[in-house]
């Protein structure tokens, strides 16, 4: 069985960075496209970054410039790279994966979920 732990979440600045990580545990990680989401009160959860299994990576409009996707195979686990943080960045991060090359930025479009992690910028 597949398990997505989510890790780095915390309180930072207005211009901070924060770095997240998803261990991934259960499967061949080399077979499943990764992808980040969050969700804030009230919101849907949207999409962030997302990477394939070429290595390919795509961002939403709003992180672009800011947040990097990037995985170590080695470690079985990809990162978010956040900087230049801003009070709207705030929301539960959620990694999520499935088992294909490439996929679109949708909720939907990912079978495995992490339980999340707060993310909280202040201003």
């Known amino acids: 069985q597949v398990h997505l732990v989510e890790s780095g979440g915390g309180l930072v600045q207005a211009g901070g960075s924060l770095r997240l990580s998803c261990a991934v545990s259960?499967?061949?990680?080399?077979?499943?496209?990764m992808g980040w989401f969050r969700q804030a009160p009230g919101k849907e959860r949207e999409f962030v970054a997302s990477l394939n299994r070429g290595g390919f990576t795509s961002y939403a409009d709003s992180v672009k410039g800011r947040f990097t996707i990037s995985k170590d195979n080695a470690k079985n686990t990809v990162y978010l790279q956040m900087i230049s943080l801003k009070p709207e960045d705030t929301a539960v991060y959620y990694c999520?994966?499935?088992?294909?090359?490439?996929?679109?930025?949708?909720?939907?479009?990912?079978?495995?979920w992490g339980q999340g992690t707060q993310v909280t910028v202040s201003s």
């Open positions: 999520a994966a499935v088992r294909a090359f490439s996929i679109p930025p949708t909720p939907q479009a990912y079978d495995l």
């Open positions: 259960g499967g061949a990680f080399s077979s499943y496209a």
